[in-house]
């Protein structure tokens, strides 16, 4: 049953085919979004937009694979979005990737190549190509998924928190633009960054019954959350940090 609380209201997930962006168009379906997934495995996506569908008849729910490394590509999946449905009222990124290793000095800068483009050169085509959009849509919101590394990063994640670090700024620029553009009214877009330890799923607590995954936010939370941002202003969210774990 649709709860309506984003009725009319049209949605954009980068990464929408992990178990997090599973969770997140399911989420968003139910509060009568409609929903577009992006994901650079065909297979995957699919499986998570049908399953999107299933538990939300009569939901709008889409898939289309991307290329977000390209910027190009990204901006004609933007377009392509507002040209459909007429608007595009959120885009939120979940784009992941990790590596990592016991000591600093153990660092790979191989690691660091790899997380540069899924981490930071994503959000960076993400948000160019949906700014004007979300501007567009007068409550539009760019949502980044990030971790708490970021503002402590330990030794054997340098190249990963690092790269959430750029990431978290760069959200925070576009977040500035927004404000900026809505001068003594405030904002009408916002930029935010979620933050979480770590993300835990069911096939998680299959695989390992005995672990306790403490401090990991479960990912049907974190998309009951990034519902929840659109619930509120957008002075409120716009350029800050939404913890859903205890700060470092």
């Known amino acids: ?11 954009a997930v980068a990464g929408a085919g992990g178990p997090a962006g599973r969770a997140t168009l399911i989420r968003l379906a139910e509060a009568g979004a409609t929903v577009v ?24 729910v889409t898939g289309e694979t991307v290329d977000l490394l390209d910027l190009d590509s990204t901006r004609a999946w933007a377009l392509g979005i507002e040209k459909e449905f007429g608007r595009v009222d959120g885009l939120v990124h979940l784009v992941g990737g990790w590596r ?56 054997g ?48 607590r299959a695989e390992r019954p005995n672990a306790k995954f403490a401090g990991f936010t479960d990912v049907k939370e974190l998309a009951e959350a990034i519902e929840g941002v659109w619930g509120r202003p957008a002075a409120e969210v716009n350029g800050n940090r939404l913890w859903l774990t205890e700060k470092p």
């Open 37 to 60: 997934g992006a994901d650079n495995d065909p297979a995957r996506l699919a499986e998570a937009v049908d399953a999107a569908r299933y538990a939300n008849g009569g939901a709008t």
């Open 157 to 204: 994640n340098a190249a990963y928190s690092a790269a959430k670090a750029a990431a978290e700024a760069w959200t925070l620029a576009m977040a500035d633009g927004f404000r900026k553009a809505g001068g003594e009214d405030g904002p009408q877009a916002a930029a935010a960054i979620l933050v979480v330890k770590a993300l835990v799923h069911d096939a998680m």
């Open 100 to 155: 990592g290793g016991a000591k600093f000095d153990d660092t790979d800068l191989a690691d660091w190549d790899l997380l540069e483009k899924l981490l930071v050169r994503t959000v960076q085509h993400t948000s160019l190509a949906f700014y004007d959009a979300l501007q567009r849509a007068g409550d539009g919101r760019y949502l980044l998924i990030s971790a708490a590394g970021a503002s402590k990063p330990t030794a």
């Open 1 to 11: 049953m649709q709860n309506g609380a984003l009725r009319g209201a049209v949605i």
